[in-house]
T-cell receptor, first 112, second 117 residues
Framework: AQSVSQHNHHVILSEAASLELGCNYS??????LFWYVQYPGQHLQLLLK??????LVKGIKGFEAEFIKSKFSFNLRKPSVQWSDTAEYFC??????????FGDGTTLTVKP | DTEVTQTPKHLVMGMTNKKSLKCEQH?????MYWYKQKAKKPPELMFV???????INESVPSRFSPECPNSSLLNLHLHALQPEDSALYLC????????????????FGSGTRLTVV
């Protein structure tokens, strides 16, 4: 069975601080990895995805994530956060069975 | 604006009511999904339709009945729900229902916030 673990439940940062949100997954086969964002009162949106190739992937709004196979990790990063980045962030993994499993989410609060 | 449209946005229903949630997409996606999301929790998969056929049912109680009339529409029929079924119900789509197709990720709708009284 596949699973996803997000270590940080709530992160509070000041504007311009750097961000790194942890995500570890468990799955024995080839995985597709995703980060989704849910802004307050809005729907889930895809930030970025990885399925093969360059392990450093860039997404929308200046976010990037690095796939480290040896560590089963797919951490999300942003060099300088803005107040508008305040949201819930979900890491997700999809295995060969075609099902996606989401982590518990990390609430990011950016103080102006 | 999301390309997956869900109606209604809010729904309050009694435990003896019958209601339906609707989801529509016109992106040509061939896989559609129902997820349930409780507050401050991740989405939980309920059903997967691939090429209009039900391919995954995550042991969802029979009071939830999905239907896929065509490749653009997905319904969720509700009957005799319990208060604990109150949640945000999300519809999503992806280009294909296979693992290869899921490389592209989901496009989610805004959800229907359901309250069962």
């Amino acid at each position: 069975a596949q699973s996803v673990s997000q270590h940080n439940h709530h992160v509070i940062l000041s504007e311009a601080a750097s961000l790194e949100l942890g995500c570890n997954y468990s799955y024995g086969g080839t995985v597709n990895l995703f980060w989704y964002v849910q802004y307050p009162g809005q729907h889930l949106q895809l930030l970025l995805k990885y399925f093969s190739g360059d392990p450093l992937v860039k997404g929308i709004k200046g976010f990037e994530a690095e796939f480290i196979k040896s560590k089963f990790s797919f951490n999300l990063r942003k060099p300088s956060v803005q107040w508008s980045d305040t949201a819930e962030y979900f890491c997700a993994v999809t295995g060969n069975a075609g099902k996606s499993t989401f982590g518990d989410g990390t609430t990011l609060t950016v103080k102006p | 604006d999301t390309e997956v449209t869900q109606t209604p946005k809010h729904l309050v229903m009694g435990m003896t009511n019958k209601k339906s949630l609707k989801c529509e997409q016109h992106m040509g996606h061939r896989a559609m999904y129902w997820y349930k999301q409780k507050a401050k929790k991740p989405p939980e998969l309920m059903f997967v339709y691939s090429y209009e056929k039900l391919s995954i049912n995550e042991s969802v109680p029979s009071r939830f009945s999905p239907e896929c009339p065509n490749s653009s529409l997905l319904n969720l029929h509700l009957h005799a729900l319990q208060p604990e079924d109150s949640a945000l119900y999300l519809c999503a789509s992806s280009p294909l229902g296979t693992a290869r197709g899921l490389r592209y990720g989901y496009t989610f709708g805004s959800g229907t916030r359901l309250t069962v009284v």
